[in-house]
């Protein structure tokens, strides 16, 4: 198993940042992928970001240019800067592991909530 353990959420104002942080621990692997995606009240739940072992990384499309995701190897751990914050991007942030092994299986964090003033 996997356990992830998120940090940095809080209250901003907009135009603010933040950093979030995930550190995984557990049954980890050398192939895998780690991000963040994010959940609104009424909405479903999307992906922010993801940085593989491989260091490719993805980020969507409302989020480019002002969001950068980064990960230290030596901490197992995932970091998102989050720059000119938006009251849309509000939400709750879950951190999430793809680990594969024999297939691809998900962990999830139990979510850190960012709240962007208007």
């Known amino acids: 198993q996997v356990q992830l353990v998120e940090s940095g959420g809080g209250l901003v104002q907009a135009g603010g940042s933040l950093r979030l942080s995930c550190a995984a621990s557990g049954s980890t692997s050398s192939i895998n992928a780690m991000g963040w995606y994010r959940q609104a009240p009424g909405k479903q739940r999307e992906l922010v970001a993801s940085i593989t072992s491989d260091d490719r990384i993805n980020y969507a499309d409302s989020v480019k240019g002002r969001f950068t995701i980064s990960r230290d190897y030596a901490k197992n751990t995932v970091y998102l800067q989050m720059s000119s914050l938006k009251p849309e991007d509000t939400a709750v942030y879950f951190c999430?592991?793809?680990?594969?092994?024999?297939?691809?299986?998900?962990?999830w964090g139990q979510g850190t909530q960012v709240t962007v003033s208007s």
């Open positions: 999430n592991y793809k680990r594969l092994t024999y297939t691809w299986v998900d962990y």
